[in-house]
């Protein structure tokens, strides 16, 4: 698959299972059509064995700004209906190691919908959030009023979602839609650290331990500690827990192999 | 460590023209003048965003490496043009929220967020939002005997556009009370005092330039992130600033201008930074 509007390099700075996706449609900034969203979620599906983390980021000026709206304009419901996105959505909320989003500069509408579906979000001091679909006389549609109503409460929700306002990066830090807001030209290099502590422990883990944070979406509390709880007994079966501990024992570093 | 893409860092400026600002490049030195003297350096809704405009340009061009900001005339910046339409509360209620949110807070946060650093040649006075124009400088340089002063009470208004917030900082708070309810003045040299001027000077154009000419010979990539870092300290918690400080040092650390700024420490030379 020849990719045209996003740019990939395995391995980045020679960290293997490290996989980072540039958005790369600086014309229209990065807006998040179907086809750029198909090709995120290609290339993550045909490195999947390889991978232990993703990051995404655009660039300096833009993570995505949004739907490309000269198109939007042209559709109907029926287009959006038949559209692959819903897939691809669902594809993408599945995969199994960490993903994470390096925001800087705009990340409105359904550039934001794809931050917030990722696993974290850093953001540069630079970063600008908001859901201005409303302006537009629509809504959000990819998570806009689920995931954001999740991290911010109901009333907070409702201010951004219907003034169409944005929100800057200490906000989001604030509001726990972010992890961290660093200095902006330090993205490149936060990524990397980011990427590489979470590439040198167990896949196994991570996987557990995403899975588990994702349950609490989506159960209730006591529905959520059983799972942890079995969650718990089944990272015992993997040789990496075995690893790890006994590398701590014998105060060395841990090998992880996936197993 | 190789990063994935260099940005294109020689983004090419053309000549731009304005009708109330001028701007010129000097020598890395990029010269903004606010040339309404007939208002005393009033600002209407155009000529906010054309220094926004200039402020960016000046930000993106490789060949500027300090920001001076002046004003021709005798005043340096009295705040909002009252002749403006937008804010003309006369015959009836204006909403003065949009003119800070899309062209007062937009300038302000042009010169505070800049990677250069921004040096306010203080000619004259500064009243209203001109006081957050001149103290939006990251260094100051003015003339002895300029005076700052409110004038938001006595129009029935209150402080806006960050003073309220830098003069509670450097004077505290009752100070600051007394000079935003009498509109009582105070002069560059009353201010020195209170950390807010760094320079006196009866020729503040030519000595922010000199300034101006220090500063273009230090490594670019450390003098923005010691601005931002110095803003984040008064603003936020000792936490968040040292990690901020880490993150900071991390990149710095693999900057090439760290490495020349080592070698010629120990060749014993002057270091010539590139930026990277």
Redesign the interface.
Known sequence: MSLKNI?T?NN??DIPGLF?I?LNRPKVMNALNTETLAEIIQSIDENKNAIKCVLIKG??KTFSAGADIKQLAQSNSIDHLNDERELLWKKFRLFPFPIIAGVSGYCLGGGHELAMACDMTIAC??AVFGQPEVKLGIMPGAGGTQRLTKALGKSKAMYYTLTGKNFNAREAYEFGLVAQV??T??L???L??LGKTICSHSPTANRLIKESVNKSFESSLGDGLDFERRQFYLTFASQDAKEGMNAFIEKRKPEYKGN | MHLLKKENQNIKVTNMSFEYIKYDVNDGVAKITINRPEVYGALNRDSKLEIIKAVKNAGKDEQVKVIVLTSEGKAFCSGQDLNDRTVDGSSGPVDLGHTLETEWNPLVDSLRSSEKIVIGAVNGVCAGAGLSVALSCDLIVSKPDAKFVSGFSQLGLAPDAGSSYTFVKAMGRQKTLEFFLFNMPLTATELEKYGLINKLSDNPVEDAIEMAKTISNMAPLSLSMIKKNLQAASEESFNEVIKKETVTQRFLGNSSDYQEGLRAFFDKRKPEFQGK
Do not use: A, G, M, S
């Open positions: 740019l390099t980045w700075n980072l540039e660039n300096k001091e630079n660093i200095p030209q330090t490149d290099q936060e990397y650290q």
